[in-house]
């Protein structure tokens, strides 16, 4: 975390670099979409743009890149979990009976 | 009584209270929004069809522009009073809740378009699962609105008594008015271009 003003002051331009690039990843998705790619590629497309965006505002604006160790810990736990409960709906593929849901119209 | 470590770090964790407690708030809500995004998985992988570009994609990236420069508000709301800058930090916080209403309000017009259409939560399971989440992000954005509030109006006066810990609080909104810009960086492709 920046402590002293001279610090944050050099931030600035930073903030300001990230929030244009953040308007130019968002005009690209938007793009992209565009392009009628095969579902897959859309969406690895669509993700991977996503998380380069989700990484910048959560490294520069929310300050992860610098942080202390707990917040780290907090989150890499928190990452483990997110990912275990993103792949909970793989299990319902396997078994085969994922299609034709009788509430999914 | 007054509380220790809304200053000054823990020795042993080396944070303030707030930070540790918005990053753990901050933690859980990413539990929240992952139990719905695993659920939007289970509902497209189970359909046999799903709708390309259904929703407005124009206003729909209209408010990603709008949150996105919420968030370098919010951050520049931050900078400012670590610069020891009063004025734009005001400036900057009420920038952040203008560009919030404005979100609000495309919101507003697209629930509105939907709803005329007789398109409801139940209407499909897209719409379902549509309005779910970005119903809960839409609460997301109104409760961080009555924070800013608050620090735009009675939580000011804190920067005359006790400006570090104002500056914190600032911080600590910040946090999470960036995690809820992120949220809406996944849900905008999600739900509107995929």
């Known amino acids: 975390m920046h402590s002293d003003a001279e610090e944050v002051q050099k931030s600035v331009r930073k903030y300001m670099m990230i929030g244009a690039a953040l308007l130019v990843f968002t005009g690209i998705t938007v793009a992209a979409s565009y392009l009628n790619l095969a579902v897959p590629a859309a969406i690895t497309v669509a993700l991977v743009i996503a998380g380069m965006k989700g990484s910048m505002v959560a490294s520069v604006f929310m300050h992860l890149s610098h942080e202390k160790q707990w917040i780290y810990g907090a989150l890499i736990l928190t990452v483990v979990f997110f990912i275990v409960l993103i792949f909970v709906p793989l299990f319902t593929i396997k078994d085969g009976i994922s299609t034709g849901l009788p509430w999914v119209q | ?194």
């Open chain 2, 1 to 194: 009584m007054e509380i220790p470590y809304t200053v000054q770090a823990r020795p042993d964790s080396g944070l303030a209270n707030g930070k540790l407690g918005i990053w753990l708030f901050l933690a859980s809500e990413v539990m929240l929004f992952g139990a719905l995004f695993s659920t939007y998985i289970l509902l497209r992988v189970g359909a046999t069809e799903w709708p390309h570009h259904e929703l407005n994609v124009p206003l729909g990236a209209i408010n990603t522009v709008i949150l996105i420069s919420s968030s370098v508000t919010m951050v520049m709301a931050w900078a400012s009073l670590k610069m020891n800058q009063w004025g734009k930090h005001r400036l900057y916080l009420s920038l952040t809740v203008v560009l919030s209403l404005l979100f609000l309000l495309n919101k507003y017009f697209e629930y509105g378009a939907h709803f005329a259409a007789g398109e409801g939560p139940s209407h499909t399971t897209f719409l379902a699962i549509y309005f779910t989440m970005t119903g809960l992000h839409m609460l997301h954005i109104v409760g961080g609105v009555v924070v800013m509030l608050y620090f735009l109006g009675p939580g000011a006066r804190m920067w005359k008594t006790s400006p570090e810990q104002f500056t914190n609080r600032i911080e600590y909104t910040g946090l999470y008015w960036h995690f809820v810009d992120l949220v809406w960086i996944f849900l905008f492709p999600v739900l509107y271009l995929l």
